[in-house]
């Protein structure tokens, strides 16, 4: 048996509640309708209760059900050479395609949200040579292990999720690289990077603000996302005095690359 999260919100919150938990960091979604308005399932690892603002409730379910999301699972393709597959999903690689092998277990990470998207590859476009990296709210570790690939030298993950440490850990593995992945809060984590990327909330990003530029190494690069398109200058604000070079969006969000 598996446990499911149950939400249940008015059919003109359940985009709001989505992306709510998205942020918390969540797999997939799935939206049922019902009576008294929509019903958000989706799994959230070993978590015993949630802060959300709509009722909420854990249901028991058998795991082949929890987990019917995973036949409709695709390769994504990030860009026209690189390729996020499911791990379960074959995948015939066409000649000079980069591909990312994931198993999200409870995390997120599969490459199908477009902040993940834009965040790799805007990655891509950053790592340098034996670059050391920083996935902050790694989940499934899908941009430390892409950083790797592009030729980074070093990775470490960090997630508040507990979950997403043997995840990461086995995802690496899988791809032929290591991450060093642990629950330590960024507050508390030593060292710089050359290239620090945090795919979490605006929220969350704010409030992490000082110490995402206490990480970066001198004229090193910081890119964050889960921003909205529209809606993101406190986020650029908070991280002043650090310089926005790039700004990529897609579907409303926005991933933005600062100096
Ligand atoms: C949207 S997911 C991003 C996962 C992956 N990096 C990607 O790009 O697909 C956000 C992740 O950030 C984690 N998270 C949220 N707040 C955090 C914080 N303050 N410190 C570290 N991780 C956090 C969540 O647990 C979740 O795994």
Known sequence: MMRQLVVTVAPHEA?????????????AVEERHVADGIELWTSLGDADSVDLPWPWR??????????????FATPIWVEGDLVVRPAWVPFEAPAGVTVLSIEPGATFGMGDHPTTRLTLAAARDSV??????????CGSAVLAIGSLLFGAGSAVGIDIAPAAVPVAEANALAN????????????ELAGEFDLVLANILAPALVALAPHLRR???????????????????????ALEPLQVVRTDTLDGWAAVTLR
């Open 58 to 71: 854990f249901v028991e379910v058998e795991e082949a059900v929890a987990d019917t999301w995973r036949q």
């Open 176 to 187: 032929g690289v290591r991450v060093d992945v642990s629950t330590t809060p960024l507050e």
């Open 215 to 237: 990480v970066l190494a001198p004229g090193g690069t910081l890119v964050v996302s889960g921003i909205l398109e529209y809606a993101h200058a406190h986020v650029l604000r």
């Open 15 to 27: 985009e709001l509640a989505s992306d709510a938990l998205w942020g918390l960091g969540v797999v």
């Open 128 to 137: 340098t040579p034996g670059c050391s990296v920083l996935d902050v709210g």
